[in-house]
């Protein structure tokens, strides 16, 4: 893996000519992303703006190797991630979490929400204390507008709004650095969008 010191003056985010490009048929090539650059500092928002279909949510997805890129590179806090194993990766995902556009799709309907927020306390052996994390749980629950009785429900049982709380609990269990938001708060009613 290729990694440098990580300097905090330098962006914690940065995509150099990122691509990725997919199978759209027979000998067609659909380019959904091609050539992408930017950076983004600690602390800092950055929006990606443009009609449906123009690869918003590809590039999200690629930076965070839900999608394997295809060319370029992206940098975070100094390491060229597109360097980095799977098993490297692991440690990356911690940091960086995605707040999903379509919460009943990137919600396990076989998981209760409390499973489904726990799930990546586990996987990274935070809060190894059960109630700990039950609490963290309960925590979670309460920041994004929902109670710890929700902690018991599957996720068919909630509305679309409350569906994308419980994803974004999800996405803040960790505590991550950097968060991508596909249109995080779309699916939330309008008298919470703020």
């Known amino acids: 893996m290729l990694q440098t010191q990580y300097n905090p003056t330098e962006p914690l985010?940065?995509?150099?000519n990122l691509k990725k490009y997919f199978s759209a048929g027979k000998h067609q090539?659909?380019?959904?992303?091609d050539d992408?650059?930017?950076s983004i500092n600690r602390g800092e928002t950055l929006g990606l703006v443009g009609e449906s279909g123009c690869g918003k949510t590809t590039v999200g997805r690629t930076i965070l190797r839900l999608y394997e890129p295809?060319?370029?590179?992206?940098f975070y806090e100094g390491t060229d991630l597109s360097q980095t194993s799977r098993a490297e990766w692991k440690a990356y995902t911690r940091k960086m979490?995605?707040?999903?556009?379509?919460?009943?799709?990137?919600?396990?309907?076989?998981?209760?929400?409390?499973?489904?927020i726990e799930e990546g306390l586990l996987i990274h052996k935070l809060f190894p204390n059960r109630s700990e994390r039950h609490?963290?749980?309960?925590?979670?629950?309460?920041?994004?507008?929902?109670s710890k009785e929700h902690a018991n429900r599957?996720?068919?049982e909630f509305s679309g709004g409350q569906r994308q709380r419980v994803g974004i609990a999800r996405?803040?269990?960790?505590?991550?650095?950097?968060?991508?938001?596909?249109?995080?708060?779309?699916?939330?009613?309008?008298?919470?969008?703020?």
């Open 154 to 156: 599957f996720p068919h």
């Open 13 to 16: 985010l940065r995509v150099e």
């Open 171 to 194: 996405a803040l269990a960790l505590n991550p650095s950097f968060l991508v938001c596909d249109e995080a708060i779309s699916a939330l009613d309008v008298s919470i969008q703020a």
């Open 70 to 74: 295809d060319g370029g590179h992206v």
């Open 36 to 38: 992408v650059s930017f």
């Open 29 to 33: 090539i659909l380019k959904a992303v």
């Open 135 to 146: 609490q963290r749980v309960y925590e979670l629950l309460e920041q994004v507008g929902l």
């Open 97 to 116: 979490q995605m707040v999903f556009q379509d919460p009943y799709a990137s919600l396990n309907p076989f998981f209760t929400v409390g499973e489904i």
